[in-house]
Every structure is written in structure tokens, then in C-alpha cells.
């Protein structure tokens, strides 16, 4: 990052007022779970609920898996699993479905955020896809 684009941010305040508005005015949904086992999820943003019908409010505390159902592969969640597990990154596609069960086409990006070498939290980017 640019020393002038740092000094503008201000330290962590600025840091954290720049990505909190980021993440609330992204056209991508935006989900962020704990470092658990569990991913239990912390924060997401209102594109999350154009994308899925949760409302954020409604989904604070569970995990992601309540978008997979039937159709969810899962060869692709194995996938994630092991990314997870190992730390890294993950790309990929599926089938997953909205609040009222309609499925959808999904693609989400899911990255580590570290602290030093220890991740605190997940966080997910997503988007749908083509129309199932």
C-alpha cells in the first residue's frame, strides 16, 4: 500500500472506517465468519440479503451452510473444507439456495484474514450466477 494512501487512512480507525464502508455499499454480498470450527458467521452486509433473502440481523451467529441444500455439491464444499483446514483460498461455484428455497447459481471467493500468521476470521465474497 501506498505511504500516502496509509497516512490518509490514519492508523486502524481510518483502516476499519474505509472497509466498513466498503463492505456495506459493495454490489457483491459480503459474509464474514469467526475462525471456529464451526464458522459461525459475525457479519453481512445488505447485498447479502439482495442475494440470499437473510436478512443479516437473522443470520448473525449461524454459518454458511444454510445456503446448501440438495443440490449444493459436494465435491466443491470438500473444497472449501480443505482450503479452510489448510488456511488458503478458495474459489468456486454451486448451487445454493435463497431464504424461500429458490436454488441459484453462486460464486464466492473465501480468504483468510490474518492477524500476524493466525487467522481471525473468513471472509467471503459472493455473486450469482446464471439462472438455474
Do not use: C
Not at 445456503?67 to 483446514?85: C, Y
Not at 424461500?100 to 492477524?115: A, N, S
Amino acid at each position: 500500500m501506498s505511504a500516502t494512501f496509509e497516512k490518509l487512512m490514519n492508523g486502524a480507525d481510518g483502516g476499519l472506517a474505509l472497509l466498513q464502508v466498503l463492505a456495506d455499499n459493495s454490489f457483491d454480498s459480503v459474509l464474514i465468519t469467526d475462525a471456529s470450527a464451526e464458522g459461525k458467521i459475525v457479519y453481512a452486509n445488505k447485498s447479502f440479503k439482495k442475494l440470499t433473502g437473510h436478512d443479516p440481523s437473522e443470520i448473525i451467529g449461524k454459518t454458511p451452510r444454510i445456503l446448501q441444500g440438495a443440490g449444493t455439491d459436494s465435491k466443491v464444499i470438500a473444497r472449501l473444507s480443505a482450503a479452510l483446514k489448510s488456511g488458503g483460498k478458495f474459489e468456486g461455484k454451486a448451487i445454493n439456495y435463497k431464504k424461500d428455497g429458490t436454488p441459484f447459481i453462486m460464486y464466492w471467493r473465501v480468504l483468510p484474514i490474518k492477524v500476524g500468521k493466525k487467522i481471525s476470521a473468513w471472509v467471503a465474497i459472493q455473486r450469482e450466477g446464471s439462472v438455474i
